[in-house]
């Protein structure tokens, strides 16, 4: 069993809030729950508690790679010349619709190290500069962050929808089946037109799916590297276990709408901006301090 310490950090359309039976972007936005997978100082790394919305890798069947793909584009809302497709997400993303001016603020651009798939030896590309990522075949392996090993089928894995995610999310794939589904993982596949991920399980497939798959279920859930020091509003939020049981502080009141960043703040890979901080951190998880103190109330699932 692994046992993650969590906070709460921007807010995301996730739940029914408005009555009509739907969760969709109807509905007000909720605290974003974020698990704690390491601290090094005044830097914690962390991934979402649940799968957040939905996703294809990239928006067509084409060779691509983490820096080249829609997926990058959308999470940390670049413009057109930062995907092969040609899009541009800086007015429509993850980055800007889940956090304020201010708490973007407070996200690190990070060097994230995109390693070639070892089993298939499929070529990752180039390391890029971002503020928020999906996690790669060996950082879900890393028994430092509190998971399993390479090929176990492990409820350290597993990642329960939203409401939202089961409706289909940003790209209205559903209605997904379950309250859990598989997750992307930003690491090649078998082939570069694949994607690896994560079962639904719990178990990693390192041979993927293809990158423009939008029918089989396939979320996101997203990672970063949140400087705590930074006036970004973040709060504890309790604990969470790999066999389902919850202790949970009580929910933070929602901040403003998020606001899109001033042009120039968001880090591409041709930007001179110097990465702060690697997501190779070893440190195992501890408990970030706040000076917010909730009652405390424990959930079992």
């Not at 983490?66 to 092969?84: E, I, P, V």
């Not at 996200?107 to 890029?128: C, F, R």
Request: some cysteine; overall charge negative; glycine content about 8%.
């Amino acid at each position: 069993m692994a046992t993650w310490d969590c906070i709460w950090f921007g807010n995301y359309w996730q739940e029914y809030t408005n009555g009509d039976g739907k969760a969709d972007k109807e509905d007000d936005k909720t605290p974003i729950k974020w698990r704690v997978l390491s601290v090094k100082g005044d830097d914690v790394f962390l991934m979402a508690d649940k799968n957040l919305d939905c996703q294809k890798y990239n928006d067509s069947k084409s060779e691509v790679t983490w820096q080249t793909c829609t997926m990058r584009s959308w999470l940390n809302g670049y413009g057109a010349g930062l995907n092969q497709e040609g899009k541009d997400f800086s007015g429509n993303s993850f980055l800007n619709n889940a956090f304020t001016t201010l708490e973007q603020q407070g996200i690190k651009t990070t060097t994230v190290v995109n390693n070639d798939n070892l089993e298939y030896s499929t070529e990752a590309g180039n390391d890029t500069y971002d503020q928020v990522y999906l996690l790669s075949i060996d950082e879900v392996t890393d028994a430092a962050y509190g998971f399993s090993t390479y090929w176990s089928t492990s409820n350290k894995r597993k990642a329960e929808n939203t409401m939202y995610v089961t409706g289909g999310g940003q790209i209205q794939v559903g209605p997904m089946i379950g309250s859990e589904s598989m997750w992307w993982l930003r690491s090649p596949g078998g082939v570069n037109d694949c994607a690896s991920l994560m079962f639904s399980e719990g178990t990693v497939n390192t041979y993927g799916y293809d990158v423009d798959n939008d029918v089989d279920g396939l979320a996101v859930r997203p990672a970063l590297h949140l400087n705590l020091s930074s006036d970004s509003g973040w709060s504890y939020a309790g604990t969470v276990t790999s066999d389902g049981r919850i202790k949970e502080h009580e929910l933070p009141k929602p901040t403003v709408s998020p606001s899109p960043t001033e042009p120039g703040k968001t880090a591409g890979p041709d930007s001179t901006e110097k990465p702060l901080v690697t997501p190779a951190v070893s440190e195992m998880p501890s408990t970030p301090e706040s000076t917010q103190k909730p009652k405390e109330t424990t959930i079992l699932n």
